[in-house]
């Protein structure tokens, strides 16, 4: 059974880090690119940013481009996002994601975590 | 980047009724376009991906049509489980955008 879990979130000042997790069961982690989507309370999704399952790939939204970096322990069946400088309207729920296509998102992205609430607030 | 337009924004229905949601992007995707389904507190749960394909699980009374610019999910017969917010997103191109959501709400 696929089982992806995030943590790590938690309330931040605007301006430090946070590190998220995402710890992924029941499939092969390591053959599959993963993704970062974002709810902010109220309000829609929005795509953040993947890796492919490799490693060696990685895309992000304009909105986070330069300060949050997806990666990847493949050994630790692990996913993350380091998230700096954060901004107020960084505060959200931010879901993991398995994506199963060997082209990204071209079989959608099948299997969520439950998310971890991130509020930027001083 | 591609906008995703979503129509309508809400949408009262009834049981056993059929509707129809529209995703337009504002440029080709081709047939990269997914569906999620989404309830409250819950995370999205993935319905259709490339236009038209069930995802696993998923009942037959949901169906997604389109291609280049203009796509939609219709429900043929709505069923009490079937109230919720629904999101297009195109993987044609990073970012990989989502509509801003569809509330389908019980009449």
């Known amino acids: 059974q696929v089982q992806l879990v995030e943590s790590g979130g938690g309330v931040v000042q605007p301006g430090r880090s946070l590190r998220l997790s995402c710890a992924a069961s029941?499939?092969?982690?390591?053959?599959?690119?993963m993704h970062w989507v974002r709810q902010a309370p109220g309000k829609g999704l929005e795509w953040v940013a993947v890796?492919?399952?490799?490693?060696?790939?990685?895309e992000y939204a304009d909105s986070v481009k330069g300060r949050f970096t997806i990666s990847r322990d493949n050994s630790k069946n692990t996913l993350f996002l380091q998230m700096n400088s954060l901004r107020p309207e960084d505060s959200a729920v931010y879901f993991c994601?398995?994506?199963?296509?060997?082209?990204?998102?071209?079989?959608?992205?099948?299997?969520w975590g439950q998310g971890t609430l991130v509020t930027v607030s001083s | 980047d591609i906008q995703m337009t979503q129509s309508p924004s809400s949408l009262s229905a009834s049981v056993g009724d059929r509707v129809t949601i529209t995703c337009r992007a504002s440029?080709?995707?081709?047939?990269?376009l997914n569906w999620y389904q989404q309830k409250p507190g819950k995370a999205p749960k993935l319905l259709i991906y490339?236009?038209?394909t069930f995802q696993r699980g998923v009942p037959s009374r949901f169906s997604g049509s389109g291609s280049g610019t203009d796509f939609t999910l219709s429900i043929s017969s709505l069923q009490p489980e079937d109230f919720a917010t629904y999101y297009c997103?195109?993987?044609?191109?990073?970012?990989?955008?989502f509509g801003q959501g569809t509330k389908l709400e019980i009449k």
């Open positions: 029941g499939f092969s982690f390591s053959t599959y690119a």
């Open positions: 994601a398995r994506d199963p296509s060997l082209v990204v998102g071209g079989r959608g992205l099948d299997s």
């Open positions: 890796i492919s399952y490799e490693e060696n790939n990685t």
């Open positions: 440029q080709s995707i081709s047939n990269s």
């Open positions: 490339a236009t038209s």
């Open positions: 997103q195109q993987t044609y191109t990073s970012p990989y955008t």
